[in-house]
Nanobody
Framework: VQLVESGGGLVQSGGSLNLSCQGF????????MGWFRQVPGKEREAVGC????????YFDESLEGRFTIFMDNAKNTMYLQMNSLKPEDTAVYYC??????????????WGQGTLVTVSS
């Protein structure tokens, strides 16, 4: 199983980025799929988790309205659309399978991470 992420980079405050997470050896739509982020020196935290059963997504309340998770099942890929980015959104972003709300330890498989840097 491999999750391959892409789409990170440098963006100005107020800008947008779209991260992708493609699955290999795993069918993503069969799993609760989530995005997480980690700042060096801090613990990894949940960004959002999409239910494979209902399709609804839980987001950290501070991010709701700016971030969206959506799936392209034909491409076996999950996306994180991030709008109105702020410098405090700077982190390494990871995708993971089998998310459960804000619980990080529930994740079965992790992507390699992609760095998002938001300049002020």
């Amino acid at each position: 199983v491999q999750l391959v992420e892409s789409g990170g980079g440098l963006v100005q405050s107020g800008g947008s980025l779209n991260l992708s997470c493609q699955g290999f050896g795993i069918i993503l739509e069969n799993h609760h799929m989530g995005w997480f982020r980690q700042v060096p020196g801090k613990e990894r935290e949940a960004v959002g988790c999409r239910s494979s059963i209902t399709g609804t997504t839980y987001f950290d309340e501070s991010l709701e309205g700016r971030f969206t998770i959506f799936m392209d099942n034909a491409k076996n890929t999950m996306y994180l659309q991030m709008n109105s980015l702020k410098p405090e959104d700077t982190a390494v972003y990871y995708c993971g399978t089998d998310c459960s709300g804000v619980i990080v330890d529930s994740v079965g498989y992790w992507g390699q991470g992609t760095l998002v840097t938001v300049s002020s």
